[in-house]
């Protein structure tokens, strides 16, 4: 059985290693020379060599928001024994998912510098054709499949909001997905809106630099937190000017630069009508637990979650996915009236319950509770109530097995 893998991110390789496990033949296409996806850090921004916007929103100085303990695939853990909850940079992970690459062998099975540009569903065979393009050779490919395993992300499309006179301002104005330095804005006035992962890196980050942070956003749980002196809260932007920028608390302060932290939205311009997928700014539709496309249900969508810890929830997914599919081929008996359309991409603190159903559904090994209980307690370890801690407290023990 052939199964195509569109992306050589984390959950791209998480599904190549698991086919094989499972001895199905897997092709994997990467648009990009290397695997990584969203944790390869490259200085440009923009287009790359070829023309298409650059993919990854890594900065120099990202540290991950999560402890490695939850950063690493079942089997596999980083090269680092220690006992002890730690940050690690972005160029690390990046570093151990190249080793789990070249541990499994799944190099050879990977396509790179090559562009998925149609994938459709074969009515007549019950296969999908996936074509796509060798960005060196320029020549197009077209091969048929049993199932498709999209894993693109959902993090190379910035999403911008709609702010009055935002086009008018003379200033640095940016997306977080273009933000590499915080050199770039040394003894300046810049303001961060949004107040998600990044926003909250980037503001401490540029702290470093600049004359004054001004961090727009309404959420409050972030308020007891310590920031550098320089980050000032602010309420949500009313408008903006050519170099002003009006708060709904009809507060005024002037700009040198703006840096968007407003996320990004789903971009899977390959899919035709025939797969049977609709793409919303943020939501798939229709996927039964985020995964199965319940119209077609030898596709499947991994990596599609918000606020969780990636590596062992997707890993989850995939094997979800593939004994699903197991039992599509063997005939066993389903009704597909037990699928639920999902309605939201994120899982939050629903992360323990959304993986046991999971887990459940089809009778496979879940997740260790542990991980459930780092998550939990993530905030408070992680920041220990300040951002830009790297502070490493002692666990109860390291999760395994």
Not at 69 to 89: Q, T
Request: charged share 20%.
């Amino acid at each position: 059985m052939k199964v195509a893998v569109i992306g050589a991110g984390v959950a791209g390789v998480a599904c190549a290693r698991r086919c094989l496990e499972n001895g199905y033949h897997c092709t994997v296409y990467e648009r990009t020379n290397c695997v990584g996806g969203t944790w390869v850090y490259v200085e440009k921004v923009g287009t790359d060599e070829f023309g298409l916007p650059i993919h990854t929103s890594m900065y120099q100085n990202l540290m991950t928001n999560l402890p490695k303990e939850l950063m690493y695939f079942p089997d596999f853990p980083y090269e680092d024994n220690s006992d002890s909850y730690s940050l690690i940079k972005a160029h690390e992970v990046q570093n151990y998912i190249e080793r789990f690459v070249d541990h499994f062998k799944l190099r050879k099975h990977i396509r790179f510098c090559n562009l998925v540009i149609s994938v459709e569903k074969l009515v007549d065979t019950n296969s999908w054709q996936v074509t796509a393009e060798d960005l060196i050779t320029k020549k197009s490919n077209t091969e048929n499949y049993d199932a498709v395993m999209v894993c693109n992300g959902h993090n190379a499309v910035p999403s911008m909001p709609k702010i009055i006179g935002m086009n008018e301002f003379s200033g640095i104005s940016l997306h977080s997905h273009d933000y590499r330095v915080p050199e770039n804005f040394a003894n300046m006035n810049v303001l961060i809106i949004g107040s998600g992962p990044s926003g909250v890196d980037i503001s401490v980050d540029v702290a470093k630099v600049a004359k004054q942070v001004f961090l727009s956003h309404h959420n409050e749980k972030i308020l007891s937190k310590k920031f550098p002196s320089n980050v000032i809260h602010k309420p949500d932007v009313e408008s903006i000017s050519k170099n002003t920028v009006c708060f709904n608390d009809n507060s005024i302060a002037e700009m040198d630069a703006i840096i968007y932290c407003t996320g990004f939205k789903i971009a899977l311009p390959f899919l035709k009508s025939s797969c049977g997928i609709n793409v919303e700014d943020k939501l798939i539709t229709p996927l039964h637990k985020i995964i199965i496309n319940i119209n077609n249900p030898t596709m499947g969508f991994i990596g599609f979650l918000n606020m969780t810890f990636i590596f062992r929830v997707f890993d989850l997914q995939v094997r979800y996915f593939l004994k699903f599919f197991q039992n599509h081929l063997n005939r066993c008996p389903q009704n597909m009236d037990f699928m639920v359309e999902a309605k939201t991409h994120f899982i939050g603190d629903s992360v323990f319950n959304y993986c046991k159903s999971i887990a459940n559904e089809l009778q496979i090994e879940p997740i260790p509770d542990i991980f459930f209980e780092i998550y939990r307690l993530r905030g408070s370890i992680c920041f220990d109530g300040n951002p830009s801690s790297e502070k490493e407290l002692p666990i109860p023990h390291t999760a395994t097995e």
